[in-house]
Structure formats: structure tokens, C-alpha cells
């Protein structure tokens, strides 16, 4: 088994910006871990990172590469991921409608099938780790040194979404106060609703 580190560097640097550029799993984790609790975010998490080490795995054994060439099977795959950032969004909106005690009891009552259905409907992330990290193979064996990168990146989100679960619920008492937590439900239901329409179009 040959590893090749000369890409490591280059490799860490994109990783950063990827890992640091904000998508649907730092929202949900930041609305729920405000909302519910560190508990809650710890199990959405969970959820995120089971489904993208499936999809990594789906890469690393080539199955990716073949779902990749039946554009109707991501086609399905995008409606799909569409259809519940829209589900979400609607579910976030109803509950600002309804009175504040009503509306907390509906937030993230199973966050780690939350977290991992939002993630495992999302076609991007397949694709993503398709596109992204073979470009950092080098002179290394394909299969080990994929699933080097696969854990680097992986690591790296996981250790900046804890940060991301654990900053939220320690400030969570000052910020539940109906106007933050209004606002914060607001802009996450717009980001869902943007990011389903993204996925469609």
C-alpha cells in the first residue's frame, strides 16, 4: 500500500474553505442545537456524518462512480433531497405560525434521522467527493489513499460542526428569547427553501 502526503497540504487548504463555506448541515445543526439542546445536535451530527461516510464509502468502492453515469438516478436523487429541504422549510414556517410553546415541541424531535436524511438525499455531497478528492490521489494506491482523504475531510467537518453544536447550545439561553429564535427559524426556512429550489434547478 502506497500513500502519497505530498498533497496533503494542497488537500488541507481546500478542505478548509470547503469545511468553513456554510450549506444545509450548519443550519440544521445551528437550529437545532439553539432550539434542543446539545443532545440534539450531538444526534444530528451523528446523523450527518453516518450518511456522508455512506457516500464516501459509495466513492471509495466505486459504486459512486457508476450511480454517477444514470443521470435519471441523480435526477431522482436531487428531487428527492429537494423535496425535503422543502419539507423542512414548510415544517420550520408552521411552526412560526403557531404559538411559541406549540412550535418548540415540533423542533428536531429525531435529530440523527434529521440530520441524515438531509444529508443522504443531498446528491452534492456524492458528487463532491467524486469530483473532489481524486484530484489529490498523486502517485498514491486509489482505494487507501481515498479513504485517507475521505477521513481527513471528514474529520475536519465533524471537529468544525462540533464547534458549531457545542458554541450554539452554550448561547442558546440568551438567544431563545421569541424575537432571536423567530428570526433564526426564519432564516434557516429561507435557506432550506433556497437550497431545495438550488437542487431542482
Not at 112 to 131: E, V, Y
Not at 150 to 179: D, M, Y
Amino acid at each position: 500500500m502506497h500513500l502519497d502526503l505530498t498533497q496533503l497540504p494542497a488537500f488541507l487548504i481546500a478542505c478548509a474553505v470547503v469545511v468553513l463555506t456554510p450549506g444545509v448541515d450548519a443550519f440544521l445543526l445551528l437550529r437545532t442545537s439553539v432550539r434542543a439542546g446539545t443532545r440534539a445536535g450531538l444526534l444530528a451530527l451523528a446523523g450527518i456524518h453516518t450518511a456522508a461516510l455512506l457516500q464516501v464509502a459509495l466513492v471509495i468502492s466505486g459504486v459512486g462512480a457508476v450511480i454517477a453515469r444514470y443521470p435519471a438516478a441523480l435526477t431522482a436523487l436531487r428531487w428527492i433531497g429537494a423535496a425535503y429541504l422543502l419539507h423542512l422549510a414548510v415544517s420550520i414556517t408552521r411552526g412560526l405560525l403557531r404559538p411559541t410553546s406549540e412550535g418548540e415541541s415540533a423542533v428536531a424531535p429525531r435529530p440523527f434521522r434529521q440530520g441524515f436524511l438531509t444529508n443522504i438525499t443531498n446528491p452534492k455531497m456524492l458528487l463532491f467527493s467524486l469530483a473532489f478528492l481524486p484530484q489529490f490521489i498523486g502517485s498514491g494506491d486509489p482505494a487507501p489513499q481515498l479513504t485517507l482523504l475521505a477521513a481527513v475531510f471528514l474529520g475536519l467537518a465533524a471537529l468544525w460542526e462540533l464547534t458549531i453544536v457545542v458554541a450554539a447550545a452554550r448561547v442558546a439561553g440568551p438567544l431563545r428569547r421569541p424575537g432571536v429564535t423567530t428570526a433564526l427559524d426564519a432564516v434557516c426556512a429561507t435557506v432550506f427553501l433556497a437550497m431545495s429550489i438550488g437542487l431542482v434547478v
